[in-house]
């Protein structure tokens, strides 16, 4: 069952509506700004899922899941993209670096929540 997420986005607003409805929903948020930070995160208190945006600085979302993939330790951890990039070709290749749901800012409680019922 989930109970513990990590939000990942540079942009302290969209961080902020996230952990937002997540808190509403009931479930523990942690929050990181950057893919080096949430590397750092996932290493000292594992989540069950991790919301995770695709454009930032120093490590995008991209290279953030494919390094958390690659880690026996967080492999098996949902990832859910939040994105502004809403081209299918976008959702395709962040499905192929190891995404497992893909969500169009902006994330929109019932999006999120339908996201999160599927683990």
Known sequence: MVRKV???????????????ILNKAGYIVSTADSGVTALE????????????????????????????????ASKDIPIIFVTSKKEKADKMWAMRQGGDGY????????AVLKELSAF
């Open 41 to 72: 995160k996932v290493k000292a208190d594992t989540p069950d899922v991790i919301f995770l945006d695709i454009i930032m600085p120093d490590m995008d979302g991209y290279r953030t899941c494919r390094t958390l993939k690659k880690d026996a």
């Open 103 to 110: 969500i169009v800012k902006p994330a929109e409680e019932e």
């Open 6 to 20: 990590l939000v990942v986005d540079d942009s302290p607003t969209d961080r902020a509506s996230l952990e937002a």
